[in-house]
């Protein structure tokens, strides 16, 4: 076995969508693999996916916006599976609503999980990265970091993780940490169904509207995102640090 399939990979948001498809790209490469969520117990659809292919995983329940969970679940990582040198902050909410609209609440609860969120894994799996002087982390932002009516939250939180990316790849850059992000555009999962329910269409109608706007004229899926985080995550990526990827089907304005 080389180094690289006994290495073990963090994804957060991991129950479902995108997190799911991630986690078992990287384990059918090899990786140690913990599905991290919110509530451990939705966590175990991916795990089993994972275990019935012949992978490792464990599935770890935790609010990536609370430090002292984050210690405790990542600790929990390092003993049962080993150091985690990879992680996927892709743990992600919504609360869209206009400005005026907005709460502090769906303000403070946005910013708190992807940001806060990716801050707090971050700080959390480094050291072990350093200690291996190896690590990759990868962050989820999205299109709608350019700006999107009625997500100003999710916009703000997306752009700055553009920003947190890129500063952790001049930090930890000389102890062998690579940083990147990919920033999906429409992707089909339950998020972007629930968008659709927000604003009265049918998700299949959804779809399609969007896909008409889309140069490969599809949305994307799961896997398309996982591919990206995949190769960002691997050996073949080592020089390649503090980019973000969009994922979209073609350029964005």
């Known amino acids: 076995m080389s180094t690289t399939e006994q290495r073990v990979a963090i994804v957060t948001g991991a129950a479902r969508g995108i997190g799911a498809a991630t986690a078992v790209r990287l384990a059918r490469e090899g990786r140690a693999v913990a599905v991290l969520d919110l509530d451990e117990a939705s966590c ?99 299109s709608s970091a350019l700006g999107n009516r009625g997500q100003l939250n999710y916009s703000a939180a997306k752009a700055g993780l553009q920003g947190f990316t890129k500063t952790l790849a001049i930090e930890l850059g000389k102890f062998g940490v690579t940083a990147n992000a990919v920033a999906p555009g429409f992707i089909a999962t339950d998020m972007t169904a629930a968008t659709a329910e927000r604003v ?41 640090s503090g980019q973000i990827m969009y994922v979209a089907g073609g350029p964005l304005n």
């Not at 049918?202 to 399609?208: A, I, K, R, S």
């Not at 949305?219 to 691997?234: C, E, L």
Request: aromatic share 8%; with cysteine.
């Open 44 to 142: 175990a659809d991916t795990v089993k996916k994972i275990t019935e292919a012949g992978g490792t995983a464990i599935a770890v329940g935790c609010d990536v916006s609370d430090a002292a969970q984050v210690e405790t679940a990542v600790g929990r990582v390092a003993e049962e599976l080993g150091a985690p040198v990879i992680l996927v902050n892709n743990a992600g909410v919504l609360r869209d609503n206009l400005l005026f609209k907005m709460s502090d609440s769906d303000w403070d609860t946005v910013i708190g999980v992807h940001l806060r969120g990716a801050f707090l894994m971050s700080r959390a799996c480094q050291k072990y990265m350093v200690d291996a002087a190896f690590g990759r982390i990868v962050n989820l932002s999205s």
């Open 200 to 240: 009265g269409m049918g998700f299949e109608d959804f779809q399609e509207a969007a896909a008409s706007q889309i140069p490969v004229r599809r949305v994307g899926q799961p896997d398309d995102i996982a591919n990206a985080i995949a190769f960002f995550a691997g050996d073949a990526a080592g020089f390649v």
